[in-house]
């Protein structure tokens, strides 16, 4: 019998270079989130809350999307951990393609990577970039229907943040209507609610992350 | 000399579609407006108070741009006016073919089309669809810094809405900031503050959008 031999194409789909991007991750037992909301949501206060409570015990990279600009990452150096910045300058989301790019310099192996996605409810959801999973922040004044109109990324989220909970009493937002939107799309979501400005219902949040990072661990020594 | 014909290519450019979508609405004389913002930053909310003001005395037409789902043409056609929905399914924009696949919908001469585009800040900005102009909105609670981030829809919309300023003691946002931002990105932007909730700051709005109005019909008349 002959053997042929087929080549591999150069140019990959997005799906195969997560995948590549996954195997990178998985060599440094890093857990990795792909941080996705609305512009505003409250991604970099998030992230700034988690940075705050687990820098002296985890190893943190922030990889951080934007169109233009080093606002956020400029925001989040001042926390002492390592930031790396992508421009998507027209892209609209970050994809596996861009965040290959940025591997090279990833010269330490970290717990957690935290990727601040592009503030979009559409197009992020739709690449995957080698995450562990995405997580989406929906924040109260959005209105509580954003589950019903943006649906793939509630669908896709093994996380969803509802934040800006400090707002409740001043918006249009009943949480069993978010809620149930969310279920909806995805049964087995975890859902916490959040004040990241008051920390409001963070200790629940905190507790599941630390969660993850010890099976990560565990992971890494079996 | 032989002469050649050049055939005009079936697939056409968006910018040369949005031109051929002018055209209708330059026939009816309509002014058009893509209303572009993050999600839940009010959109609906703002052409629900526009409807309510101008109704008795022009011709409205709402063109509602959604990835699914019919929530807001059905919260809007409670209000007696014409509404047509496109489900953009996977698009994260509307763009100038989709709108020219309603436009054979469009039985009535209309004063005043308003165009909800999906909610979010990068992609609607790209694609003209052939409207007068863009008018963007920005709500108080996602903060002072988007028109940094976010910078192509500053710098093309004629018009910018901050909304949500019911909000401003309850929120991290400056107006002075936001306004600087703006200017920054186009200092010919007309600047309104408002809330489409109580009502502040509308009485300006419409003051401006009936200018507008007018000058259509004497472009009618002449």
């Known amino acids: 019998m002959r053997k042929v031999n087929i080549l591999k194409p150069v140019l990959v789909s997005n799906i195969e270079r997560a995948r590549e991007n996954r195997k990178v ?20 206060s998030l992230i700034q809350r988690v940075v705050e409570q ?40 970050l994809d596996a393609f861009m965040t290959a790019q940025v591997l090279p310099q990833i010269k330490k192996k970290y717990d957690l990577i935290l990727i601040e996605n592009v503030g979009n409810l559409v197009c992020p959801a739709e ?8 997580l989406a ?5 959005e209105g509580d229907d954003k589950p ?22 001043h918006v249009d937002f ?5 809620q149930d939107g969310i279920k909806n799309e995805n049964p087995k979501a975890m859902i916490f609610e959040i004040s990241a400005k ?8 905190y ?4 969660k993850e990072l010890n099976a990560k661990k565990k992971k890494a020594k079996s």
Do not use: W
């Open 207 to 210: 507790k599941f992350l630390e």
């Open 148 to 169: 019903l109109k943006y649906p793939l990324l509630f669908h896709l989220a093994k996380v969803v943040v509802i934040n800006k909970c400090d707002l409740l009493s």
């Open 137 to 141: 922040i929906l924040s109260t004044p």
């Open 25 to 44: 991750f998985d060599k440094m037992n890093s857990l990795v989130i792909n941080i996705i909301s609305s512009p505003g949501a409250g991604k970099t």
């Open 54 to 93: 687990f820098k002296k015990r985890y190893k943190i990279l922030i990889i951080e999307g934007d169109i233009k600009g080093q606002i956020d990452s400029g925001r989040l150096s001042k926390l002492g951990v390592d930031v790396i910045q992508i421009n998507t300058v027209t892209e609209c989301h």
């Open 127 to 134: 690449f995957e970039i080698g995450e562990d999973y995405k």
């Open 198 to 205: 008051t920390g409001r219902g963070l200790a629940n949040f």
């Open 174 to 178: 009943k949480l069993k209507r978010a």
